[in-house]
């Protein structure tokens, strides 16, 4: 059982490329969410989905967009990305929406140079 | 706006050590409190939750306290060991499952 899988793990982009982090959970959740954690700062929720075909923003929404066409898949995209996104990306999951049940990534780490 | 600040940031310590870590929050209006663990390169894992109407929650040689009132947490680790060593982050859940967490504590045991 993979749990919550992230993919990349690193990597590093220039100023105004674009890319997508992708998160898969093999566990049937419904509730899936995007985090960055910065040094120094707690974890920021950007984006959220309740279900497949829905999304809502979080805390710190602006820079990114999400996708979750399929239930298990999470998508984060970086349309023009700035030195400012260099942080450590978390997906987590869970199949109720409290803080008890959710599961996490290990994580990508993203620089913009 | 809720606000959780853990202290002290980064602490070291030697082997075998009894030691306390912090977590304090602004608003006590809160549905659970959650400590994790985050080694480098993975994921957060759950330690101990404890929900708004408990005073405590022990798992093995951790012991995690809360006290709403004056917004405040301990995670209370004994007889330290060098797999201990991990950033410990603590978290709030306030109704309507909104979820805070706290910049964390790196802890380092030395053998």
């Known amino acids: 059982n993979a749990g919550v899988t992230q993919t990349p793990k690193f990597r590093v982009l220039k100023t105004g490329q674009s890319m997508t982090l992708l998160c898969a959970q093999d566990m049937n959740h419904e509730y899936m969410y995007w985090y960055r954690q910065d040094p120094g700062m707690g974890l920021r929720l950007i984006h959220y989905s309740v279900g497949e075909g829905t999304t809502a923003k979080g805390e710190v929404p602006d820079g990114y967009n999400v996708s979750r066409l399929k239930k298990q898949n999470f998508l984060l995209g970086l349309e023009s990305a700035a030195p400012s996104q260099t942080s450590v990306y978390f997906c987590a999951s869970s199949q109720e929406p409290t803080i008890e049940k959710l599961f996490f990534g290990s994580g990508t780490q993203l620089s913009v140079l | 706006k809720q606000e959780v600040t853990q202290i002290p940031a980064a602490l070291s310590v030697p082997e075998g050590e009894n030691l306390v870590l912090n977590c304090s929050f602004t608003?006590?209006?809160?549905?659970?409190l959650q400590w994790f663990r985050q080694d480098p390169g993975k994921g957060l894992t759950s330690l101990l939750l404890i929900q708004s109407s408990q005073r405590e929650q022990t798992s093995g040689r951790l012991n995690a306290s809360l006290d709403k009132s004056s917004g405040r947490s301990t995670l209370y680790i004994a007889a330290s060991q060098p797999g201990d060593s991990a950033t410990y982050l603590c978290a709030v859940e306030e109704y309507g499952n909104k979820l805070v967490f706290g910049a964390g504590t790196i802890l380092r045991v030395k053998s």
């Open positions: 608003d006590s209006a809160i549905y659970n």
